[in-house]
């Protein structure tokens, strides 16, 4: 489901995998993606971000979305 990283972002995204996979499946069935444009930054990894961001403490939230998903 996510992608494929080195460092700290494989961990930190195989954890919150690990305890939170079956809320963040969910939350993917969720999303109405009839409307609109496709979305860069799907929500569950959104969400992902946010909480990474939070924990990590310093930096800014778009270098961290792009150490973990590749996005800009």
């Known amino acids: 489901m996510f992608y494929k990283l080195t460092g700290s972002g494989t961990n930190f995204i195989g954890k919150f995998e690990s305890l ?5 499946d969910g939350f ?10 496709v979305a860069k930054l799907p929500a569950s990894h959104l969400l992902i971000s946010l ?6 403490g ?6 961290h979305v792009l150490r973990l998903f590749g996005v800009s």
């Open 28 to 37: 993917v069935t969720q999303q109405d993606p009839g409307r609109g444009p």
């Open 51 to 56: 909480v990474y961001h939070v924990m990590n």
């Open 20 to 24: 939170f996979g079956s809320i963040m």
């Open 58 to 63: 310093s930096g800014v939230f778009s270098e």
